[in-house]
């Protein structure tokens, strides 16, 4: 999801200089008072921004409205403004902000994530929605098992590294599940094109926070090839024909596996079956883009959950040691937990609850682009503005999670009512709101639910002890703006004692 990220990035930025003219003399959502146009750049700064849009959100209200040289920011800080404004009046809160370089030039409108709302985006979320239910998804159960004991033995062999063996366990798992594809070996030509096209979108495309001059000054597109300065667009060039490369070799890998009848059943083999002998070829460009989207859709937020699940096993040994102690009674020590397994665990369930909450993997989700003027609870909020639902807000509702900032699975055991306990589920907004609402939801938490289960039924994870014997107390950091993503740590990773039989080995 690294893209997703820098689609954020850069609409913070881009607002800077666009400045599409907006009606005045209206009652706007109340925020910080910015300077006359320049508004309030100064407000913003984006590490760990979360925080401070949390101080606007307890001095405002639910709905805060900024504004940076005339651009309308609305952070919506409750669920019930989300959906009432991003779900039930979703047919103007589904654009997305227009991006020349990235989206236009270098082929981006083609990754669902960036398209704007427009029939493209409509018929490949459709085609996600049809292959990635949980029914579909059980189809799928084989392929996610198999990825387990790899990631499990390439953490033991080198677990400083963690963050890579995480990265790798989300690649390969994600062209197992899209393609059918799987990775048996670090030289495997579709993961490192995968690979490599991941890196030119978060570092090339999005390098410098994503901001081309093309993007500000968009007639800039019509310059000539040999014109001094259109430089961007020979790299346009090359980075769009990577992305097509992507695209493409795994999808007809897939292809020549579906006509020699080796092929897998996956996302992709569901959706050709399901299209028949009518498959047009705008069927099969949708198939093949919105596959093509998951890759990067899911890295940043597989290393996001898994790396924070980590952290909270670390800082709290009493979860973890309460959670084995249930897998260990459940499943016994003979084999890792399958999903036969999940109804059998319910503290696990609630420790999986709390991650999603205490992580808040995505902090205010992705900019949702306002099509139409609309008016809120009495205040007018502009066409053109950028709405980003603050997860991170509802995640630390003291109302609903009492002592919200603490990991606490139990607060998930708790006796309440049906009704309380749909309310409080964090998975109502983690994956955030209306037609935009992330896609891969039930792939990511059945995911990540597996992983977690075989983490702890194998693996002690706790504080690390340096060489005097005293425990180090790991340094937590957040640097990425977009993901709330714990930076390196410091940890102890180590084998239970009956770790080799559970990994076979
Ligand atoms: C813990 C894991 C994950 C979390 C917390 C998460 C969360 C999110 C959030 C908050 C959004 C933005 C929604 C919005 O704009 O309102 C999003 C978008 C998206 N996610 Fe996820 N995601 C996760 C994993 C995945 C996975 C594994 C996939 C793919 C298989 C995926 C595919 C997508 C796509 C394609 C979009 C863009 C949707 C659009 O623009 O319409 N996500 N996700
Ligand atoms: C089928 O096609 C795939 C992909 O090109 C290839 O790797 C595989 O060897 C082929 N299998 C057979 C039996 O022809």
Same mark, same amino acid.
């Given at each position: 999801?690294e893209?997703?990220?820098?689609?954020?990035?850069?609409c913070?930025?881009?607002?800077?200089?666009?400045?599409?003219?907006?009606?005045?003399?209206?009652?706007?959502?109340?925020?910080?008072k910015?300077?006359?146009?320049?508004?309030?750049?100064?407000?913003?700064?984006?590490?760990?921004?979360?925080l401070?849009l949390?101080?606007w959100?307890?001095?405002y209200?639910?709905?805060?409205?900024?504004?940076?040289?005339?651009?309308?920011?609305?952070?919506?800080?409750?669920?019930?403004?989300?959906?009432?404004l991003?779900?039930?009046?979703?047919?103007?809160?589904?654009?997305?902000?227009?991006?020349?370089?990235?989206?236009?030039?270098c082929g981006?409108?083609?990754?669902?994530?960036?398209?704007?709302?427009? %029939?493209?985006?409509?018929?490949?979320?459709?085609?996600?929605?049809?292959?990635?239910?949980?029914?579909?998804?059980?189809?799928?159960?084989?392929l996610?098992?198999?990825?387990t004991?790899?990631f499990?033995?390439?953490?033991?062999?080198?677990?400083?590294?963690?963050?890579?063996?995480?990265?790798?366990?989300?690649?390969?798992?994600?062209?197992?599940?899209?393609y059918?594809?799987?990775?048996?070996s670090d030289?495997d030509?579709?993961l490192?094109?995968?690979?490599?096209?991941?890196?030119?979108l978060? =570092?090339?495309?999005?390098?410098?926070?994503?901001?081309?001059?093309?993007?500000?000054?968009?007639?800039?597109?019509?310059?000539?090839?040999?014109?001094p300065?259109?430089?961007?667009?020979?790299k346009?060039?090359?980075?769009?024909?990577?992305?097509?490369?992507?695209?493409?070799?795994?999808y007809?890998?897939?292809?020549e596996?579906?006509? %020699?009848?080796?092929?897998?059943?996956?996302?992709?083999?569901?959706?050709?079956?399901?299209?028949?002998?009518?498959?047009?070829?705008?069927?099969?460009?949708?198939?093949?883009y919105?596959? =093509?989207?998951?890759?990067?859709?899911?890295?940043?937020?597989?290393?996001?959950?898994?790396?924070?699940?980590m952290?909270?096993?670390?800082q709290?040994?009493?979860?973890?040691?309460?959670?084995?102690?249930?897998?260990?009674?459940?499943?016994?020590?003979?084999r890792?937990?399958?999903?036969?397994?999940?109804?059998?665990?319910?503290y696990?369930?609630?420790?999986?609850?709390?991650?999603?909450?205490?992580?808040?993997?995505?902090?205010?989700?992705?900019?949702?682009?306002?099509?139409?003027?609309?008016?809120?609870?009495?205040?007018?909020?502009?066409?053109?503005?950028?709405?980003?639902?603050?997860?991170?807000t509802m995640?630390?509702?003291e109302e609903?999670?009492?002592?919200?900032?603490?990991f606490?699975?139990?607060?998930?055991?708790?006796?309440?009512?049906?009704?309380?306990?749909?309310?409080r589920?964090?998975?109502?907004f983690?994956?955030?709101?209306?037609?935009?609402?992330?896609?891969?939801?039930?792939?990511?938490?059945?995911?990540?639910?597996?992983?977690?289960?075989?983490m702890?039924?194998?693996?002690?994870?706790?504080?690390?002890?340096?060489?005097?014997?005293k425990?180090?107390?790991?340094?937590?950091?957040?640097?990425?703006?977009?993901?709330?993503?714990?930076?390196q740590?410091?940890?102890?990773?180590?084998?239970?004692?009956?770790?080799?039989?559970?990994? %076979?080995?």
């Open positions: 999801m893209l997703i990220g820098t689609t954020l990035l850069v913070f930025l881009v607002v800077v200089f666009v400045a599409p003219g907006s009606s005045r003399r209206k009652q706007f959502p109340p925020g910080p910015g300077f006359p146009l320049i508004g309030n750049i100064f407000d913003l700064s984006l590490k760990e921004l979360w401070s949390a101080r959100a307890s001095k209200g639910d709905i805060v409205y900024i504004h940076v040289f005339g651009t309308g920011l609305v952070f919506l800080n409750d669920a019930e403004a989300a959906v009432d991003m779900d039930r009046k979703g047919s103007i809160y589904s654009d997305r902000p227009h991006l020349v370089m990235a989206g236009e030039l981006g409108y083609n990754i669902m994530s960036f398209t704007g709302y427009n %029939n493209q985006f409509r018929r490949q979320r459709r085609l996600m929605q049809r292959a990635l239910t949980p029914l579909v998804i059980k189809n799928y159960h084989p996610l098992e198999m990825e004991i790899p499990l033995k390439r953490l033991l062999s080198k677990p400083t590294s963690y963050v890579d063996h995480i990265r790798r366990y989300a690649g390969t798992l994600t062209l197992n599940v899209i059918g594809h799987q990775v048996t030289d030509r579709c490192k094109i995968a690979e490599a096209c991941a890196d030119v978060a =570092n090339d495309i999005a390098g410098g926070g994503f901001l081309w001059l093309v993007d500000v000054l968009p007639f800039l597109r019509h310059l000539p090839m040999w014109v300065g259109s430089g961007f667009k020979h346009a060039i090359r980075w769009k024909a990577q992305l097509t490369e992507f695209a493409t070799v795994p007809e890998e897939f292809k596996k579906m006509e %020699n009848g080796t092929a897998k059943l996956c996302y992709c083999s569901t959706l050709v079956e399901a299209a028949g002998k009518s498959m047009t070829e705008q069927d099969e460009f949708d198939i093949k919105s596959a =093509n989207t998951m890759y990067s859709a899911s890295l940043d937020t597989t290393i996001t959950i898994v790396t924070s699940f952290l909270c096993m670390v709290n040994p009493d979860v973890r040691i309460k959670a084995q102690a249930e897998i260990d009674r459940v499943v016994g020590k003979d890792l937990p399958d999903f036969n397994d999940r109804p059998s665990l319910p696990l369930e609630c420790v999986l609850s709390e991650v999603f909450r205490w992580t808040a993997p995505v902090p205010y989700a992705l900019p949702h682009r306002l099509m139409q003027d609309d008016m809120y609870r009495n205040y007018f909020i502009p066409r053109g503005s950028f709405v980003f639902a603050n997860i991170w995640t630390r509702n609903m999670y009492p002592n919200a900032d603490a606490v699975p139990g607060r998930f055991e708790a006796d309440v009512d049906e009704e309380v306990k749909k309310k589920d964090p998975r109502n983690v994956f955030g709101f209306g037609r935009r609402r992330c896609p891969g939801l039930y792939l990511a938490e059945q995911s990540t639910w597996l992983l977690m289960a075989s702890l039924a194998a693996l002690d994870i706790q504080k690390a002890v340096d060489d005097k014997g425990v180090i107390d790991p340094e937590v950091r957040y640097e990425n703006s977009v993901f709330r993503m714990p930076a740590f410091k940890m102890d990773i180590r084998p239970r004692e009956h770790a080799r039989k559970l990994m %076979n080995v």
